[in-house]
């Protein structure tokens, strides 16, 4: 999220920032930001000042009656019901044009720190350093084809019974991802002294919309919502649904607030009260009207026997970045409390619909859509976020060192960056099937960005104003992945996978996948 005074006091650093991170026509959408900035300050100041007339009118009203002057007490009233009109017609422009803002606000990215190089996509990312010497002799079968060959990777069966992107994993090569996750862990609480959470996999929208899930990527989410959640998401697409009227707009959002009564306070609502409101609508608008009785007679049946506790919509997390980012939302910390940055790291299920990645990568594990991952993040002060993401970033390559796997570190550029990022490292691994390096890990910074979104702040000792925490995050690694590049880089000549050194512990001490 950002800060709308900066982008009110220097309107060119957004124009070049985001012009750099691909946005079209930023100039026109820092104008159009601007614009309603200052529609939304001036209808403040009108109600503001139309509410200061009116408790100076009604003042003067006992005063007048006092006299006797029944003639200025009315005048007066007068004045103060017209006063009544003015404040409310503010207040719906303000709420109206206020919600136009933080949407608009709520889409863009973040800004690029200053050392992230130009560039368009993967193409203009920069190699930082590498570790390790590549495999580029001996078999190279990719990891699917060994996995099936050990009977051990079972493509056919998952998508029986889940679709595409899913698998299944038996035996010795079960084991081993499940020892990868928990070396992983180990790894990261022990020697890297992260705090272990376990978190909801299940979260509500606003954590999604905390971290930059939403509203930018809802269709690379999975939704997991009650009927009656969906219920309450159809009336307001449908009610939305063509209209172009403020008129219109106006009586609808002033429905949509009773629906949302409804839903959340049922045992409360005036049923009868909002249906003749829905009936009262306009009768040229008499369609709309229609639409939003049937559906509350929806909604109204669905209510009876529902669990009323939980009305909001509900997503799998796609990383437990989200759930563990949001353990900060709407707090205000110490600056005793970051006086070392809080770590914490979760080995937790993963879930992307994947939407805008059709035909890459579709057969093997590269890109599923459920998959294992641990997950770190860090809060920090603004003045420690760059050197705590180095640290974070070293403790990722710290994994692939022990697991004796070839990297190299990548800064990617402007234009290749996730959402919420400002600066992001990339790692990568051999892949001797591919020939090349695929992502294994990413480690950004997100600066105030997503502490914005959530209202994560701290405070400074002696100090009576608060401050956005920095926020990072990184994988630790995936799982999945990780599994890929162990088993195409430690396969056998005889199809078999010797398990890493650092591994056998894990695995009761197995020395070979495929193998007694």
């Known amino acids: 999220m950002h800060d709308i005074r900066a982008i009110r006091e220097n309107p060119q650093v957004y124009v070049a920032g985001w012009s750099s991170r ?8 820092v104008a159009d930001i601007l614009r309603l900035d200052g529609e939304l300050r001036h209808a403040q100041t009108t109600g503001q000042d139309a509410l200061a007339k009116r408790n100076a009118a009604s003042k003067l009203i006992g005063a007048a009656m006092g006299r006797k002057d029944m003639a200025e007490a009315d005048r007066l009233k007068a004045e103060v019901e017209a ?44 190699e930082v350093s590498t570790w390790g010497e590549p495999r580029r002799t001996g078999p190279a079968k990719d990891h699917a084809d060994l996995g099936e060959a050990l009977e051990m990777l079972d493509f056919e069966a998952a998508a029986k ?12 090569l079960a084991r081993l991802e499940r020892a990868v996750g928990q070396f992983m862990l180990d790894m990261q609480t022990d020697q890297h002294g992260y705090l272990e959470v376990n978190p909801p996999l299940l979260v509500r929208d606003e954590a999604m919309f905390g971290t930059g899930q939403l509203p930018k990527f809802e269709e690379d989410l999975f939704e997991v919502t009650s009927e009656r959640a969906k219920l309450e998401g159809l009336a307001k ?60 007679d929806e909604i109204v049946g669905a209510l009876e026997g529902a669990d009323r506790t939980s009305v909001r919509r509900m997503f799998a997390i796609p990383t437990a970045e989200v759930s563990l980012t949001n353990l900060v939302r709407e707090t205000i910390l110490s600056e005793d409390d970051l006086a070392t940055p809080m770590r914490m790291t979760a080995l937790t299920p993963c879930f992307r619909a994947e939407a805008g990645s059709a035909g890459r990568d579709t057969r093997g594990l590269i890109r599923q859509h459920q998959f294992s991952k641990v997950e770190m993040v860090s809060i920090a002060r603004p003045e420690d976020s760059d050197a705590e993401h180095e ?12 697991l004796e796997l070839p990297f190299r570190r990548m800064l990617l ?26 992502e294994i890990s990413s480690c950004s910074n997100c600066g105030d960005f997503q502490a ?41 000549d005889d ?21 007694q």
């Not at 219109?248 to 306070?265: A, G, M, N, T």
């Not at 909002?274 to 049937?294: H, I, P, T």
């Not at 199809?495 to 001490?509: S, T, W």
């Open 83 to 126: 006063l009544k009109g003015d404040i409310a017609a503010a207040a719906e422009v303000e709420a109206r044009v206020g919600k136009e803002l933080r949407d608009l606000l709520a889409a863009q990215k973040n800004l690029a720190a200053e050392d992230v190089p130009d560039g368009e996509d993967e193409a203009g990312n920069v």
């Open 22 to 29: 691909g946005v079209d026509e930023a100039d026109g959408l």
């Open 237 to 296: 697409k449908q009610l939305l649904w063509g209209s172009a009227q403020s008129t219109e707009r106006d009586r609808i959002q002033h429905l949509l607030h009773e629906v949302d009564q409804l839903i959340e306070f049922p045992s409360g609502a005036d049923v009868d009260g909002l249906r003749k409101a829905v009936a009262g609508l306009d009768q040229e608008w008499k369609e709309s009207s229609d639409r939003a009785v049937a559906i509350l």
């Open 452 to 492: 914005r979104r959530m209202d994560a702040r701290f405070k400074r000792a002696g100090e009576k104003k608060t401050e956005f925490v920095h926020t990072l995050n990184g994988s630790g690694l995936a799982v999945g992945r990780t599994l890929v590049a162990i088993m195409e880089n430690y396969q056998q």
């Open 413 to 438: 550029c402007k234009g290749d960056m996730g959402f919420s990022a400002q600066k992001t490292f990339d790692l990568e691994v051999w892949l001797p099937s591919q020939g090349t390096y695929r």
């Open 161 to 172: 019974m889940s679709g595409a992107r899913f698998a299944v994993l038996k035996g010795q």
């Open 391 to 402: 640290r974070m970033t070293a403790c990722a390559e710290a994994v692939l060192k022990a």
């Open 495 to 515: 199809g078999r996978i010797a398990v890493p050194k650092v591994l056998q512990p894990y695995m009761g001490g197995l020395q070979f996948v495929g193998g």
